[in-house]
């Protein structure tokens, strides 16, 4: 196969929704169809059950479980589609937000009785900011749902995306009869089903008006017809330009436990999702074509068993090849680093990997070399564009608890903040430390990490904070004077550039007003700096 093919050949996405919509059994289920996997239940799940705060051990041993999981690859229809896991646990939101800077498309999972949730909007908010191809998949039909028009609505409203059926339900909750498939044009029948196997529970009826379709949907085919016919004068017809785009949702309806409605999605995502696409970088565009390495680093994980300090480090290929051996160019140090062991993933599976071309991801043994968003090149110096930081929404003073290990926890806090578990803040006015965080459970991590890992020991103080953000101006007058006006607020992040610290809604809104001139940002673009 020429290089050409290869790159041609990947589907690169991430499977993304709001805990407990289906995404863990969608996923599943599509590695089932794969044949990457033969029985259901083969992938451990990443849902990480709900423990008290204080068990966030648990937690990190879940996702230890999970590291094997962050990829998935199998084949279809000679296709080579890599799945990126996401965590399943909301305090780990900005792992999945990083995650989506390394797909070329997604698929979001909506429970048909919730509709959009809360997640489901961030999620949505990220792949809107890349343009990313978004195909919709309503789970759970098989209960009580709300009307499909109204989830139709709903996700354009809320999720500010254009929509195309490309099925349509039958029914819901007891009398869910099947879907009517749009893109394939056939009627495809829910009845007794095995959910342990691809291939149960589907009758397919090409002609609607048949017989056997007539006897088969009863009353439920009147409704069909005429909804079918609202479809046609009101949903746009699918273009595949405006969801290149990331403009226009195909949506699906299924029940992904029951295996039904899943292989057609994954026909119509094979069909039509893009293969790895051009990457922007602070000095050029990079097309996958190209014949030399570029990468980037989108995740870093650390094993918490003391016995194994290893991290993984993600590799996101965008361009050429990357071989087993030979050395890259590591652009953030401007040394040259070779990998004897890199891995791929396969299920369950880690395997190590000779030949890895642009859309595969590798991981890569790392012992504090990486952090996210380093490049790795054949020598060129370039920074992929594109890895945000979004603005926190918890904070805490952090402070030194034993000021004999001040050396140990200065290192510790600038390795944690690489790995992305939290952003630091340091203040202008006195320099004290900020933690900011999406999420509780990341104040544990920090502090047991500290005290394990670095043996130093911290202890947080409450501040009362509304959000981070980043802020620009051409108008030099009103920077200046908006510094020193709120001076007390502001503070510098871990790469030098100067954050606003709102103290709350109103405060940001005020701020916002009275410096029209300043454009404040909720996220930043996490860009390597060298270590000079
Ligand atoms: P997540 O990864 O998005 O958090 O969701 P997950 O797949 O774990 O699914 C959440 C729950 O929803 C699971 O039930 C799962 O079985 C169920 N589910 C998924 N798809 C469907 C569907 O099409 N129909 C119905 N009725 N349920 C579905 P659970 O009770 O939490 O776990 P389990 O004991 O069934 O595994």
């Known amino acids: 196969m020429t290089f050409k093919q290869e790159i041609e050949r990947r589907r690169t996405l ?52 999970s590291v094997s999981t962050s990829v998935m690859t199998f084949e279809y229809c000679d296709r080579k589609i890599n799945i990126l896991d996401t965590p399943g646990h909301e305090d780990f939101a900005e792992d999945t937000y990083r995650t989506l800077t390394a797909v070329d498309s997604v698929i979001i999972v909506i429970d048909g009785a919730k509709g959009v949730e809360l997640q489901t909007r961030r999620l949505m908010e990220v792949c809107r900011m890349r343009n990313t191809p978004v195909i919709v ?29 490309l099925s349509w339900p039958i029914g819901d909750g007891a009398s869910f009869k099947g879907v009517y498939n749009r893109f394939e044009k056939k009627l495809q029948l829910f009845y007794s089903v095995n959910k342990q196997k691809s291939d149960a529970g589907i009758l397919e009826i090409i002609d609607l008006k048949s017989d056997e379709a007539v006897t088969a949907l009863g009353e439920a085919n009147k409704r069909l017809q005429d909804d079918l016919e609202i479809i046609e004068t009101v949903y746009p017809e699918f273009d595949k330009t405006e969801y290149d785009a990331g403009k226009l949702a195909p949506v699906f309806f299924g029940s992904a436990v029951n295996n039904f409605g899943v292989r057609e999605l994954l026909n119509c995502f094979v069909e039509i999702a893009p293969y790895p696409q051009k990457s922007i970088t602070d000095t050029r565009e990079i097309s996958p074509f190209e014949s030399k390495l570029t990468g980037f680093v989108f995740k870093i994980h650390a094993n918490l068993d003391p016995n194994h300090r ?23 140090s401007k040394k040259q680093i ?28 790392d012992t504090g070399t990486f952090k996210i968003g380093d490049t790795l090149t054949e020598g060129e110096i370039l920074n992929f564009k594109g890895i945000p930081n979004f603005s926190p929404e918890l904070f805490r003073y ?26 630091l803040f340091t203040l202008k006015i006195n320099n004290r430390k900020i933690i900011g965080c999406l999420g509780m459970l990341q104040f544990d991590v920090i502090q047991y ?23 620009e101006s051409d108008d030099k007058n009103q920077l200046d004077n908006f510094m020193t006006r709120k001076y007390h607020n502001i503070a510098l992040d871990k790469y030098g550039r100067n954050v606003y610290l709102a103290d709350s809604a109103y405060a940001l809104k005020m701020a916002e007003d009275k410096f029209n001139k300043i454009k404040f940002h909720f996220t930043s673009e996490m860009t390597s700096v060298s270590y000079e």
């Not at 993933?345 to 395997?351: I, M, P, R």
């Open 338 to 365: 070779r990998f004897s062991s890199p891995n791929t993933f396969l299920a369950d599976k880690k395997s190590i990997v000779d030949k890895s071309f642009p859309g595969d991801i590798v991981g890569l043994h």
């Open 14 to 65: 991430a499977v993304i929704a709001h805990p407990d919509a289906g995404k863990t059994t969608l996923t599943e289920k599509l590695l089932l169809f794969g044949g990457a996997i033969h029985i259901a239940g083969a992938v451990k799940s990443n849902k990480i059950l709900k423990p008290a705060t204080s068990d966030f051990m648990e937690i990190e041993r879940q996702r230890g479980i």
């Open 310 to 332: 290893d991290r993984i480090a993600f590799l996101k290929i965008c361009s050429g090849v990357f071989e087993r051996n030979k050395p890259y160019f590591h652009v953030a």
């Open 449 to 471: 990490r500290l005290e394990h890992e670095y043996g130093a020991k911290c202890k947080y103080e409450p501040i009362a904070l509304y959000k981070a953000c980043w802020f």
């Open 137 to 165: 998949f309503i789970n759970k039909l098989d209960r009580e749902s709300k009307d499909p028009f109204d989830l139709l609505d709903e996700i354009e409203k809320e999720l500010k995306i254009n929509v195309v059926p």
């Open 398 to 423: 952090i402070e030194n608890a034993d000021p004999m290990k001040s050396k140990q926890l200065a290192k510790g806090i600038d390795q944690l903040m690489d790995e992305g578990v939290a952003q």
